[in-house]
């Protein structure tokens, strides 16, 4: 029965990703969704604090110096109330709103390919999509986005602003991005395409004579885990003697959807999770699976792994011991449900939280790594974006950038420290010469566009992502 509470409860659009807003998926939708509007008793609507509403309203419509609307001052209450509740996640959409999310097509959506949230005020983005926009312009997890288009996004709700970052295809949306760790923003304009949603990579590694299945799971949509089990099945066929789980980046989605992958991968001996309702009751959900997988697994996970990612990652941990690679995750232990209102508008409400099998909460923590690895520093550089021909004796953010882009690619500046000194000069002029171009000891347009395309060539190259590499290493 309880197996079938939870199926019900997903069916009515239990949502576990970070921010809930990069797909745009038609949610399923069911009588579940009336039960919870209905569940309200009618006779709180004469209440005293409804009674003082209604004053300000009349208040409002009759003396204001100017006329507003009362759909506006409904709509602007409604919100109001959300917002008390000072969670990123609980969100209210009017009804065009509402439209335009719904309206998306399960296959694909037109946008830049990022999933954000809102952190204490700040849009932050979660993760960018594989081999989408947002990923060639070098957006990374933890970018907070200044402003959109010129304008800033302070004062915006979560689909305000991601309907701003969202457009048609071919168009052009220019972002004000302020990374971690950098004293300066900077602008990236990114051209707005057709984002599949496809979920799913594998590929068959090899390691000595042995065969590393690895599987790279981009977000936890409707159909992820037929995905999951049809390619998880190409690679047994070829003999496995281990897999790696890769959902670093990868934000959340549907709780279904990591709960069919977690029923083919852990055994019953622990629930894989479990749902703690607001009176404090916890409800636990154990697989069907008698015997585990005949091969170890490891997982990879980064700061950009969130809500279901973390599921998976404390589910297979805790429930199987099997090893975390990678760095501390996002951290978002809460559940939401999207409840529509009469009107066609809707709300996004926190509902629920979920913890890990061993009943830990992991909201605002994160799940830590067994085996810690951090990628190399260039990975994390910011975009080298100038504003003036850099040259010797300056000391500025893009000298300090350059410098990190030149490490990271072996051309040894000596310093990081944002002081053009003559090491740098000569780094530069050896990386001028290695890619023919002008060689002038001085970083110009040309120098940075060609250094930014070597790093992401070189990130690129899975030689060089150490977490890949030591997940591969701890299949024995």
Do not use: C
Not at 60 to 78: C, F, N, P
Not at 287 to 300: F, H, N, W
């Amino acid at each position: 029965m309880k197996k079938k509470w939870l199926a019900l409860i997903v069916a009515s659009s239990l949502l576990l990703g970070a921010g809930g807003t990069y797909a745009g998926m038609k949610w399923k939708e069911s009588r579940k969704e009336e039960s919870l509007i209905e569940s309200s008793p009618r006779q709180t609507m004469a209440s005293d604090g409804l009674e003082k509403v209604d004053q300000v309203f009349q208040l409002i419509q009759k003396s204001y110096v100017e006329k507003v609307g009362g759909e506006e001052l409904i709509q602007g209450a409604i919100q109001g109330m959300v917002r008390t509740l000072n969670d990123p996640y609980s969100v209210y959409m009017d009804a065009e709103t509402a439209e335009q999310f719904n309206d998306s097509l399960d296959s694909s959506f037109d946008g830049i390919g990022a999933q954000v949230t809102i952190e204490e005020g700040k849009l932050i983005i979660v993760a960018p999509i594989k081999n989408t926009p947002a990923e060639k312009a070098g957006l990374k997890p933890k970018d907070q986005i200044l402003k959109i288009d010129g304008e800033s996004v302070e004062g915006l709700d979560l689909y305000e602003a991601t309907s701003k970052i969202r457009g048609e295809e071919g168009t052009v949306v220019t972002l004000e991005i302020l990374r971690k760790g950098a004293t300066k923003p900077f602008q990236v304009e990114i051209t707005r395409e057709e984002v599949p949603i496809v979920t799913v990579f594998s590929d068959m590694k090899k390691d000595g004579d042995k065969q590393v299945g690895y599987v790279e799971i981009t977000s936890f949509a409707e159909g992820t885990s037929r995905e999951f089990k049809d390619q998880l099945d190409t690679l047994e066929k070829e003999k496995l003697d281990g897999l790696v789980i890769d959902v670093r980046g990868n934000p959340g989605g549907m709780l279904s959807s990591v709960e069919d992958i977690l029923q083919q991968l852990v055994t019953g001996k622990k629930p894989y999770v479990q749902i703690e309702e607001r009176s404090g009751k916890k409800n636990p959900y154990y697989s069907a699976l008698e015997k585990r997988k005949p091969y170890p697994i490891t997982v990879l996970i980064d700061e950009g792994s969130a809500s279901a990612s973390e599921i998976l990652a404390g589910a297979l941990n805790e429930v199987e011991g099997y090893h975390l690679v990678g760095v501390k995750t996002f951290g978002k232990g809460t559940v939401q449900q999207a409840i529509p209102l009469d009107d066609g508008s809707n709300i996004k409400l926190t509902m629920f939280k979920w913890l890990t099998p061993d009943g830990h909460w992991i909201h605002g923590k994160g799940i830590k790594p067994t085996i810690e690895v951090k990628q190399p520093e260039f990975f994390h550089a910011p975009s080298l974006t100038l504003e003036k021909e850099l040259t010797r004796d300056m000391n500025n953010e893009e000298v300090k950038v350059a410098q990190e882009l030149l490490t990271g690619l072996g051309y040894g500046p000596g310093r990081t420290d944002g002081y053009f000194d003559g090491q740098t000069e000569r780094a530069v002029r050896a990386f001028q010469s290695i890619e023919k171009v002008p060689v002038t000891g001085k970083i110009d347009q040309k120098t940075a566009e060609r250094l930014e395309e070597a790093v992401i060539k070189e990130i690129q190259d899975e030689r060089n992502d150490l977490q890949l590499q030591v997940a591969i290493k701890t299949i024995k």
